[in-house]
């Protein structure tokens, strides 16, 4: 006979996230040093990761959004500003993308 404590009673369910691929062919950062490359590219991974995560979409309807414009950035913006910016077009344009399909 197998003993359960309260701990694995209770223990929370853990929720499969489904796996998505973000495909981004190509990706312009004019005068962007290698550095600041690096630094849009974690920003902008980990804010999509957190969008996939929270963004209520069915991420299976949406296959491409083709071109995204993520506008202009303020002068002085930082990488993390443009990735935080290109982040949430993307998912604007994916669910734009969504509601067109419906």
């Known amino acids: ?3 359960q404590t309260a701990a694995t009673l209770h223990a929370p369910q853990i929720q499969r996230m489904p796996k998505i691929n ?10 962007y040093s290698h550095a600041d490359q690096v630094r849009f590219t974690r920003t902008l991974e980990k804010r999509l990761r957190n969008y ?9 309807a949406v296959k491409s959004t083709g071109r995204i414009d993520a506008g202009t950035l303020p002068a002085g913006a ?3 500003q443009a990735a935080r910016q290109v982040a949430r077009q993307i998912v604007m344009n994916l669910r734009e993308e969504e509601n067109f399909h419906a």
């Open 1 to 3: 006979m197998r003993m």
């Open 22 to 31: 973000f495909r981004i062919e190509r990706l312009t950062l004019e005068n």
């Open 52 to 60: 996939a995560q929270t963004v209520r979409l069915n991420w299976s």
């Open 78 to 80: 930082t990488p993390e």
